[in-house]
């Protein structure tokens, strides 16, 4: 880091600072609020999707390296996030990708201060996890190197994290069996986004072997919620099949947890627009019970 001290040129109260932009009707002739929703209109207010994606069709020097990418949910900002969760999106689809408008920002310095803050704080932000691969703290570290300047501005978040478990390999990502490390490791990362006033998270999971009590499932699904103190809204979604496992009701209700903000839970009963497969979640617990409880035999992988 240079050490140093930039310089700033002082101007005479008769020469205007080129911050002023007095000569654009934008800044010399419109009152903030109409600016503000001018740069709303074109940049803001939307649910954005974020993934962190190789790119379809460029391919860097060291071959397809992997890099954020956004694009425009084509569902309203104002439906559900359970039907948000609850169905595939194709927006990252070449032919129906539509992406934020941002030129205006950089055509100069203050269109630059004003319209940054509109971007991060009206926005959406959606996340979507999937597979065993990458853990969701993995994905907001990632995403906080990425935008370091900017990351505090955030105020709603999405974060849809699908857990798929296949193997006895599977279950480290399971909050309540050997994934508590990355859990924790998540809820760390949120806690570190000091705007940060609307959560919504769901964890799709199949049922496997329960080990611990409703009560203990609770404390650990729900408690980390407190760390997060400017937290003023927050949903959480968890498969139908856990209610009776937390010793809740299977309908929408708030969270048993102490607090000033709205925290609730919903139950899903489909994802990515498929039943989830009872049969199929039984054979998976099952599979895992027994490869719990077999001892490993020596040459086993």
Request: with cysteine; glycine share 6%.
């Amino acid at each position: 880091m240079s050490d140093q001290i930039p310089v700033t040129e002082v101007r005479t109260g008769t020469s205007p600072s080129p911050h002023d932009q007095l000569q654009s009707s934008l800044f010399g002739k419109l009152p903030a609020e109409l600016r503000a929703a001018i740069y709303t209109e074109i940049f803001g207010g939307q649910r954005i999707h974020l993934k962190f994606t190789t790119h379809p069709i460029r391919a860097d020097r060291v071959g397809l390296r992997k890099r954020w990418r956004h694009a425009i949910c084509e569902q309203s900002p104002t439906v559900s996030f359970r039907e948000v969760t609850s169905r595939q999106h194709h927006c990252f689809l070449a032919s129906r990708r539509r992406v934020l408008d941002i030129n205006l920002l950089f055509t100069c310095q203050r269109a630059l201060e004003e319209g940054i803050p509109i971007l991060y704080q009206s926005n959406i932000f959606h996340i979507v996890n999937a597979g065993t691969e990458r853990l969701p703290s993995d994905d907001l570290r990632s995403l906080q190197v990425k935008i370091p300047k900017n990351w505090g501005l955030i105020r709603s978040l999405e974060f849809k994290w699908e857990v798929n478990i296949f193997d006895r390999n599977h279950p480290s990502f399971v909050p309540h069996h050997w994934g508590r490390d990355g859990y924790e490791a998540f809820w760390d990362g949120l806690a570190d986004m000091p705007s940060l006033s609307q959560l919504r998270i769901s964890i799709i999971m199949p049922q496997i072997l329960m080990l611990t009590s409703p009560s203990e499932l609770q404390k650990l699904y729900f408690e980390p919620i407190k760390r997060l103190k400017h937290l003023r809204r927050c949903e959480v979604i968890l498969p139908i099949s856990y209610s009776s496992h937390f010793g809740m009701s299977p309908e929408d209700q708030r969270l048993p947890i102490g607090g000033d903000g709205d925290y609730r839970i919903s139950w899903a009963t489909v994802d990515d627009g498929r039943p989830l497969a009872a049969e199929a979640t039984t054979s998976a617990s099952r599979q895992l019970s027994r490869a719990l409880a077999t001892p490993s035999q020596p040459g086993d992988p």
